[in-house]
């Protein structure tokens, strides 16, 4: 993360933006507690990844949001959500270290469990991730 330029970053967080919403939609309905599960999971997970800031001063990870925001109100489908980060990840795996990983599965499993409990559709994309990943089976 440390050699990756502002505009990477920034991108790299609008694909977690993408990631975070394939897991929140995996049942087709994006509930407000998986939403402020999001929004808890940015300041404990991703704001003390590294200090990139947007145009606008803001730190850049704040950009998970505002992507996730964005592509709810266009109602995306999960499927199409994660295969844009899918599709990212493959350009820019060296950006993906452990701690990432860690970081990306923490999220998910909070996302997913946010809205009583882990789904069956939740946790099929929670796999789809780890193997995307190479991280294995989910620990919830």
Do not use: C
């Not at 994006?30 to 999001?38: P, T």
């Not at 997970?45 to 200090?51: F, P, R, T």
């Not at 803001?58 to 996730?68: L, N």
Request: charged fraction near 25%.
């Amino acid at each position: 993360m440390k050699h990756a330029s502002t505009q990477t970053l920034s991108a790299f967080y609008q694909r977690l933006g993408y990631l975070f919403y394939s897991v929140a939609a995996a049942d087709r309905q994006v509930r407000r507690e998986e939403i402020d599960m999001l929004h808890r999971m940015v300041l404990e997970d991703w704001l003390d990844l590294e200090g990139s800031k947007d145009a606008y001063g803001t730190d850049a990870a704040y950009q998970i949001e505002i992507t996730f925001d964005l592509i709810q109100d266009r109602e995306i489908s999960a499927d199409k959500a994660f295969q844009v980060f899918e599709e990212w990840y493959h350009e820019h795996a060296e950006l993906f270290d452990s701690d990432v990983i860690h970081r990306i599965n923490h999220t998910a499993a909070r996302i997913a469990a946010s809205f009583h409990g882990t789904g069956k559709v939740e946790l099929a994309m929670i796999y789809r991730i780890k193997a995307l990943l190479g991280t294995g089976h989910p620990s919830l």
